[in-house]
């Protein structure tokens, strides 16, 4: 390993030392992520795209056309309605989210911070949010189900990230964390009715 470390690399890491070995040290990628990991990159742009009061839906609008580009084989693999679905989600968010009170001091902020051992650990919050009271560190995950408390409690990223940025932000620290979760199964379109 070299001098600076990340959160995705430590997962990857604690994860599976191989896929550690292929993705870091000999830079192998998959030549398409999993459906999974795109949903969630797509959903974090439009949460982004939303925050800085830009129209959310012309990321996916921007996806669409690569989605048309892509080998029927490729389509398949994420579905013929990927695209629809992720907007379908992001408009639950959207209703879920309407009486938000929060205010946004930092959007996608990125910072490095020299661990104990002389590692440099770089990171990325998504979001540093006030209540008027309290000062929180936002961050979003999109997931099939919400996770437990032992999962959401046991997460190393966020015990990272709260250190670090209190590190660099001794006038701003955060006084706790705000898991933001984005449920990934679109909401289900009612059957129409006989009458």
């Known amino acids: ?26 830079r192998l990628e998959s030549k398409k992520p999993a459906a999974t ?50 907007d379908r989600v992001f408009q639950g968010y959207q209703r879920s989210t309407a009486t938000d009170k929060l205010k946004y001091e930092y959007i996608e902020e990125a910072g490095e911070v020299e661990l104990p051992n002389g590692i440099i650990f770089s990171f990325k919050v998504d979001k540093i949010a006030t209540d008027g009271q ?20 046991s997460d190393l990223q966020l015990v990272l990230y709260y250190w670090a940025w209190n590190e660099l932000h001794p006038k701003e620290k955060v006084d706790g964390v705000i898991w933001d979760y984005l449920k990934t199964k679109p909401p289900t379109i009612p059957e129409p009715l006989k009458k």
């Not at 961050?139 to 999962?151: A, F, L, V």
């Open 1 to 26: 390993m070299n001098g600076r470390m990340s959160q995705s690399r430590i997962k990857t890491m604690r994860r599976c030392p191989k896929k550690h070995d292929y993705k870091h040290n000999q």
């Open 134 to 153: 309290r000062r929180w560190l936002m961050d979003h995950k999109s997931c099939r189900s919400i996770p437990d408390e032992k999962t959401r409690f």
């Open 37 to 86: 990991l795109f949903r969630g990159t797509i959903l974090h742009e439009m949460i982004e795209a939303s925050t800085k009061k830009k129209d959310p839906f012309a990321v996916t609008r921007e996806y669409a056309k690569k989605h048309k580009q892509l080998f029927r084989e490729e389509r398949e693999m994420y579905g013929e309605t990927f695209i629809e679905d992720i």
